[in-house]
């Protein structure tokens, strides 16, 4: 992608050391909900073809930082005799248990913390999605070494990503300046901090996985305005947390790139964040 510009004065870097960068409200809800459906519709599946579920017995999956369950009740639908589970340190933005089918049980998990005895070995399939954030400065080999003990021998692992190595501002016609949507590429690239999930193959080989595979996937045009106002939407929940940490200048100066690049938006222009799927399997013993 070349050099990266200058740093701007807020990036998903200053999520370090502050927990969670994003919020867990109403919009947030909303934001995951439409960034799921998105995904679905760029992947074309829930489950990657690849991964073969039991034949003999019911399949048991989790879903790690389940978020709002949206992923589970659609696998729910094609998949209505899996035994289904999600697991996250936050339940809050999640349908309430007697909204749930029966096949779909939810539990607070903190992935920073040892794996319950219970869940050791428990899953044919763990899915994860949108880490990239969570394990931002840190080593994530802890965290793989439990994602690998929740696997089944022969069990497999789905991990949904941002590339953020790949991203760019994509537009209509070379001419049309985008110097806010220049400036949030900056905010998510991060100085780099978010390069690993490109590395998740080796990553994941290091602590057990083999049979790896990644696939990376972009959006089409009929997509690209849909995926950009997801993307702002990203960026105004960062955005709402900043004073907190006593970066209100910085706050500020995000929201007006904001509405910057919603203008520019409009005259055809948008963030475009790839994705990448990696696949990989718990050897059979």
Not at 69 to 89: E, R, Y
Not at 206 to 223: A, N, Q, S, T, W
Request: overall charge negative; charged content about 20%.
């Amino acid at each position: 992608m070349g050099d990266q510009p200058a740093s701007p004065p807020a990036s998903f870097q200053l999520a370090d050391g502050h927990g969670y960068a994003l919020s867990n409200n109403h919009r947030a809800s909303s934001r995951l909900n439409l960034q799921h459906y998105l995904w679905r519709e760029s992947f074309r599946f829930n489950i990657h073809p690849s991964i073969p579920l039991p034949s003999t017995h019911p399949a048991t999956i989790a879903d790690i930082a389940t978020g709002t369950a949206l992923w589970l009740l659609d696998v729910s639908q094609t998949h209505p005799t899996s035994h289904l589970h999600g697991l996250d340190i936050d339940l809050t933005q999640a349908p309430h248990p007697q909204w749930l089918p029966s096949n779909i049980t939810l539990q607070h998990w903190d992935l920073f913390t040892p794996v319950p005895p219970p869940l050791h070995q428990k899953y044919d399939l763990i899915h994860i999605r949108l880490l990239v954030l969570v394990l931002s400065g840190l080593d994530p080999i802890p965290v793989l070494r439990r994602l690998f003990s929740l696997l089944n021998p022969g069990g497999y692992i789905q991990w949904d990503e941002l590339d953020c190595i790949n991203m760019c501002v994509k537009k209509v016609d070379d001419s049309i300046a985008t110097p806010a949507l220049d400036e949030l590429r900056c905010v998510y690239y991060a100085n780099g901090r978010h390069d690993w999930a490109l590395e998740l193959p080796e990553l994941l080989q290091r602590v057990g996985f083999e049979d790896m595979r990644m696939e990376k996937y972009g959006e089409g045009p009929e997509l690209m305005h849909a995926f950009g106002h997801q993307h702002l939407l990203t960026v105004e929940e960062f955005t709402e947390k900043l004073p907190k940490q006593g970066m209100g200048v910085a706050a500020e100066r995000l929201r007006r790139v904001i509405d910057m690049a919603q203008e520019e938006m409009v005259g055809g222009a948008a963030l475009s964040v790839p994705r990448v799927v990696v696949v990989g399997r718990r050897p059979v013993l």
